[in-house]
């Protein structure tokens, strides 16, 4: 029995040695959640009104910061989000997706949002710390990437 109370506390409180399975299932929520919400949630691909790709009012803020050619930039955008969030899910190119994610998220929080973490740029900064996250960690083992990774060895 002490020595199972001896794991329990260790495991609490020293940290992860090695590439537990719990970092991977901790990537694997964080990997689902962000994609799910940048594929559905942001809505900015998904038809609305018959219309496939971002939406006009996406297209106005997008030219109102400044970018040039912002229908091009729009779809950018969108496309980095809709796609990029399914690769997410799948855990798919996750590093190349998840840095063209912070890069949207970037512009949303020091552009659109004016670097305010208050109020209005709280979920632009919290899926700039996600993305940059999951580019840094990378996917873990539950993954496409990281079967992909097992079966080339």
Request: glycine fraction near 12%; aromatic fraction near 10%; charge should be positive.
């Amino acid at each position: 029995m002490a020595g199972a109370s001896n794991r329990l506390a260790r495991s609490l409180t020293a940290g992860i040695r090695g590439n537990a399975l719990t970092v991977d299932l901790g990537l694997l929520v964080l990997r689902v959640t962000v994609g799910l919400a940048f594929a559905t949630v942001f809505e900015k691909f998904l038809p609305r009104d018959g219309v496939w790709g971002p939406q006009p009012w996406f297209v106005d803020d997008v030219a109102r910061m400044g970018f040039p050619l912002p229908v091009v930039f729009a779809w950018l955008a969108s496309l980095s989000e809709f796609v990029g969030g399914i690769l997410l899910v799948l855990g798919l190119w996750t590093r190349p997706a998840a840095l063209a994610n912070c890069g949207v998220t970037a512009v949303a929080l020091f552009v659109y949002h004016d670097g305010d973490i208050g109020q209005t740029g709280l979920t632009a900064a919290v899926f700039l710390v996600m993305c940059t996250t999951l580019a840094l960690a990378g996917p873990g083992r539950v993954s496409a990437d990281g079967w992909l990774a097992r079966r080339g060895r």
